[in-house]
């Protein structure tokens, strides 16, 4: 399969989990074309200002890489700070929040497979 940037679907998401502002999601490939291993492999694009709120993964986990911009993520209570090349991961059954810390659009690859 190939595809190319026009083809790939973005979700627009207001508040999401909770958070500011609206994120943008890049689909690099749909939930489908993950074959029941997960439901996301996509960009996701935090502008100034945003947030996905604190929320619980349950039967799935996710982990970020970050691209571009400055995140500052809470990590089952524990506060930091991301940039370019570092990742974080929220495993099942624990809990994440993710911000925008700079003043350019933080971009990242996230990646939601289910837990067995």
């Known amino acids: 399969m190939i595809k190319k940037a026009a083809d790939l679907s973005v979700d627009l998401e207001q508040n999401l989990k909770g958070g500011q502002g609206t994120v943008r999601v890049i689909n690099i490939v749909e939930r489908e074309e993950l074959y029941g291993t997960g439901r996301l492999l996509g960009v996701s694009i935090i502008p100034p200002g945003g947030s996905i709120g604190y929320h619980t993964h349950t039967g799935d986990f996710e982990t970020y890489y970050i691209l571009k911009g400055r995140a500052r993520v809470n990590d089952n209570g ?13 495993r099942n059954g624990d809990s ?6 700079g003043d350019v659009d933080l971009e990242y690859i996230a990646v939601i497979l289910y837990a067995k």
Do not use: K, R, W
């Not at 991301?82 to 991961?89: A, C, K, S, V």
């Not at 994440?96 to 810390?101: C, F, K, L, P, R």
């Open 78 to 90: 524990t506060v930091g700070e991301l940039g370019p090349g570092d990742m974080m991961q929220c």
């Open 96 to 101: 994440h929040s993710i911000e925008n810390a």
